[in-house]
Every structure is written in structure tokens, then in C-alpha cells.
């Protein structure tokens, strides 16, 4: 993956270009920190349940490995009638249900708890965003 100047770089780039779809959307990436190996959601959970509450006509849709459940997100306030998780078999299947999730055009947010991406891939996924309006975040953890 870039280096943190490569990814300023680029976010800034993708700020000045005019958005295919009027809706800004683009993906944002956010790196949170863990513990041996366990995700801390808490930072996190509270600013996406304000977005699962925006969420009226489409899927808030979490691509999890990690196995967050739902009655984790009821506690911090979630919609959780419009929540979709997804639980992909394998790892590797993220980045493309990703994709699948931004391009379907069934859902008003996507988050994806992702490994690594290339640039390219990261190009795509922002692509998708952009073309169909909806919030990407890619979550990483440390």
C-alpha cells in the first residue's frame, strides 16, 4: 500500500476533481488500533450508527469478518432495520464484495474491514463510490 504522503496526495486529487455522481461519496479509510489482534470498535461505532440512522431507502451494508453482531451494534444505537452484514466465507472475497456492495446500488454506505489494497484497487473502489453515490469506508486496524 502507499505511503501516508502517496494517500494525501490522492485524497486530495479526488477532493478537486468534479464527482461523477452529485453526491460527493468517495471511499474514506480509517485505521484504528487494537488490541492482540481484537479490533476496538468503540471509537468508531458511535459515528456509524449516525450514518445506519441517514440510512432510510437503502442498506447500511458492513462487510465483517471479524463477526460483529447485531446486538453489539443495537447498543450503540445502530437502525438496524436497514443493516446489512455480510460475513464473507474468505478473506480474499472482501475487496470484490466490496465492490459488489458499492456498485449494486442497494445501499446508502458500505464499510469493509479490508487487509491490504493496492492503489488500484483503491482507484476502483473510490470510482464506485463516486459513480453511484454511496459512502465507502474502508476500516483497517493496527
Partial sequence: MANSAQKIAYNRSCANSSPVHSNSASLTEIVLSG???IPDYNLVLP??????????????????PTGISK???????????NVRIIHPKNVS????VFWEALTN???STVIAEAGSLTE???????????????????????
Fill in 71 to 81: 446486538a453489539q451494534l443495537q447498543s450503540f444505537g445502530f437502525n438496524l432495520n
Fill in 35 to 37: 488490541s492482540n489482534g
Fill in 105 to 107: 446500488n442497494t445501499s
Fill in 120 to 142: 488500484s484497487d483503491f482507484y476502483t473502489l473510490d470510482t464506485a463510490c463516486k459513480n453511484t453515490g454511496c459512502k465507502g469506508l474502508l476500516l483497517r486496524f493496527r
Fill in 47 to 64: 459515528m456509524l450508527a449516525h450514518l445506519s440512522q441517514q440510512s432510510q431507502s437503502k442498506w447500511f451494508t458492513w462487510i465483517a
Fill in 93 to 96: 472475497d472482501i475487496s470484490r
